[in-house]
């Protein structure tokens, strides 16, 4: 009987997949193989995904080192693990990549869980203003214009969360409002990792307004 994917991985996976994680085929869709990786600071973050993943993974993690940034002259090292090709991941390759290119799924609205939105939130989620603000920001900045407003009008319809919609260099990013602070802490911050607290603000006595431009 083939392996099926748990409640539990199926939500993380939907969260990690709209941040960086990514699915790959080397049969034209009949499997597909899932590949996350993280910065040193994560690593712990990339050992939990790992240990969930585990029942489908080989190799443990490895570290690599890449060479010096042109700009920066910084080294970057980065932790990263792959399952092997697996039938499981088909369904939601197939739902995330059309072509080769990821993208929003059509029913995305149907499995985005408070599980998953915290996933997504510490893959690919930071601060505004650290320690100035309550609010948030998704970097969407992968996705389409269209794609980037479906996902903040999932959120406002399906969580009442207040979004907004804002240009950052060529891509688009979905903001969180400080408005929506208390009831975002309590959708995600119970699957929040200890380890990726970090990212989330810490109530504070007085936040600037952090309503931008919308597009």
Same mark, same amino acid.
């Given at each position: 009987m083939a392996q099926r994917l748990t409640l539990e991985q199926r939500e993380v996976l939907i969260g990690i997949l709209l941040g960086d994680a990514n699915l790959q085929t080397e049969n034209n869709g009949r499997t597909y193989r899932l590949r996350v990786t993280q910065a040193e600071q994560n690593k712990d973050?990339?050992?939990?995904?790992?240990?969930?993943f585990k029942p489908l993974v080989n190799?443990?993690?490895k570290l690599y080192t890449y060479s010096p940034d042109k700009r920066t002259n910084n080294i970057s090292e980065r932790w990263t693990f792959a399952t092997t090709q697996h039938g499981c991941f088909r369904f939601y390759g197939k739902q995330f990549y059309v072509d080769g290119k990821k993208r929003v799924p059509p029913i995305i609205d149907k499995w985005l869980t408070p599980?998953?939105?915290a996933y997504w939130y510490m893959d690919d989620g930071a601060q #505004?203003?650290? +320690?100035?603000? &309550?609010g948030v920001v998704l970097c969407t900045d992968g996705f389409?214009?269209?794609?980037?407003?479906?996902l903040a009008a999932i959120l406002t319809a399906k969580y009442n969360l207040k979004t907004s919609?804002?240009? #950052?260099?060529? +891509?688009?990013? &979905?903001y969180i409002s400080t408005i929506s602070y208390s009831n975002l802490k309590r959708l995600i911050y119970p699957h929040l990792l200890p380890s990726m607290l970090y990212k989330f603000p810490v109530q504070v006595a007085t936040t600037p307004s952090d309503e931008g431009a919308q597009v």
């Open positions: 973050y990339l050992f939990a995904l790992y240990e969930l190799t443990p993690p599980r998953s939105l #505004k203003w650290k +320690g100035r603000s &309550l389409g214009s269209d794609e980037v407003h479906k919609v804002q240009v #950052k260099g060529n +891509g688009l990013r &979905l």
